[in-house]
């Protein structure tokens, strides 16, 4: 098929990366090399001195007290400025987003909420804001509260209470978080702190980087699928009737806190829901990962701490790593949103809320294998493992009946992935850990796949 010069260029990612956890604490290093041209953005990753399989970090520590730290794109000098900070010994990985000057640490570990250092030292001011929500708030909040002001008088703490679930993920919802703030008369140098899933994640976000044009924000995702994705890179916004995650800023946090123990209160179909972003990445750009899963899937849902820990961790890495190299989602950063167009029409033509995020995504996710197979892109084995580790998961893997064509076609095309009229995907291409962002595909593969997944 010709490429239109309307069509901008595709953008291709396949790192072959390495998930064996007895490498946390193996001495690597990596080169990433760019090659651009008016048709084709790739990216390779390549490493040196072991001959191990290729990573695309570094998961050398730092610590002397054994924690692992994984740094992304770092140079020495931050290397070394940020190895001298005290470390909690419960923090058993910290995970690094180098974003320049606004980069900040991803703390993995048992028991984080406990430790008051760990959330005082990413405290700005003398006033901070909690948004949580019903569900949250009896479990968690305060233990935070807690771990605010301990042994910190100077510091006091407000919170607000949203009610829980995607439906609220809006204007109206975000408005409580503003009134609670200038109600309480916090200034410029006040600290926001997210503290659920990814709903209260995404809003308390979007209020710190509105709020008095920006105040310091810190993430405590409580759920899998912020834990792992959502809590990362500082994607922030509320949904709009028309369309999922249409309002909102890029704005990162100070810190990003991640408690594992907070799964231990998670339902099971939240922790399958995040289990469905956990997959992604494998399918996308670490195939050795996703090996990993299809062995592991069972320890997962078994809610396995160690397990669980590595999924993360991994997860981390490469959303980390990621955003570091595309921070405002130009081009590679679009690759982590497999599925989600599919996904994000699912939302929205069913109802916020209906399904969990996850579950949308899982379904968008096997569409878009589909249409990646239709285009002859990828191999009927990969299919078939898509299909199976997501159902493996007890993630639906195809839409609700009463999603039709049009349904899909009304949402998709206001996907904030269309540019000039034209709608990108990022579809699956070559072997396990590829793939490709891009509007150069044939539009009757589109239409075979929603024909082949709505009764009408």
Known sequence: ??????IPPALTFSPKTSTDPSLFLSQTSDLFSRGRNLDLISLRSSLFGS??????????PVLKSGHNRSKICANSAQVMEQSSRKVNT??????????????YPIYIGSGLLEEHDLL??????????????????????????????????????????????????????????????????????CTFVALGGGVIGDMCGFAAAAFLRGVNFIQIPTT???????????????????????????FQPQCVLIDTDTLNTLPDRELASGIAEVVKYGLIRDAEFFEWQEKNMQALLARDPSVLAYAIKRS???????????????????TLNLGHTFGHAIETGFGYGQWLHGEAVAAGTVMAVDMSYRLGWIDD?????????LQEAKLPTAPPEMMTVEKFKASMAVDKKVADGLLRLILLKGPLGNCVFTGDYDRKALDETLHAFCKS
Not at 381 to 389: F, G, T
């Open 381 to 389: 084995s990969i299919v078939k493992r898509a299909l199976n580790i």
């Open 316 to 334: 981390c890495e490469n959303k980390a790593e990621v955003v570091s190299l595309d921070e405002k989602e130009s081009g590679l950063r679009a």
């Open 120 to 189: 005082q030292r990413h405290v700005h001011g003398k006033k901070v804001l909690v948004v949580t929500n019903t569900t949250i708030a009896p479990l968690y909040l305060d233990k935070v509260i807690n771990a605010l002001t301990s042994g910190n008088s100077k510091v006091s703490v407000e919170s607000v209470i949203l009610p829980d679930g995607e439906k609220y993920k809006d204007m109206g919802t975000l408005m409580k978080v503003f009134d609670k703030a200038i109600e309480s008369r916090l200034d410029r140098r």
């Open 51 to 60: 001959g191990l399989k290729t990573l695309n970090r570094i998961g050398a």
């Open 224 to 250: 899998l699928m912020a834990q792992v994705d959502s809590s990362v890179g500082g994607k922030t916004g509320i949904n709009h009737p028309l369309g999922k995650n249409m309002i909102g800023a890029f």
């Open 90 to 103: 419960k923090v058993s990985t910290i995970v690094d987003v180098d974003l320049g000057n606004r980069s």
């Open 1 to 6: 098929m010709a490429v239109s010069p309307s």
